[in-house]
């Protein structure tokens, strides 16, 4: 489950530059793409839904850690 996984660490994966929580995406070199990946590493429940309409209102990486631990916190809720 997500809350195992260190967020920063997945995150540093797809990006292409350092970032804190303030750093927006695209300064992270953040995609959509990258996004819909990261969902699905953090979402790991196979049948989870992922809302890509929410990325819309993620601006910041510290958004994108949010959004990330609700889907992780989703997929645990699917599992049990």
């Not at 993620?58 to 990330?68: E, N, Q």
Request: proline share 0%.
């Amino acid at each position: 489950m997500a809350d195992i996984l260190d967020l920063d660490v997945a995150i540093a994966r797809h990006a292409t530059a350092e970032f804190d929580d303030s750093t927006l995406l695209a300064d992270a070199g953040l995609e959509s793409l990258s996004l819909i990946r990261l969902a699905v590493e953090t979402a790991t429940d196979e049948d989870a839904e992922i809302d890509a309409t929410r990325l819309v209102d993620i601006h910041t990486i510290g958004d994108l850690k949010v959004w990330l631990r609700e889907l992780a916190v989703a997929a645990g809720a699917q599992e049990s």
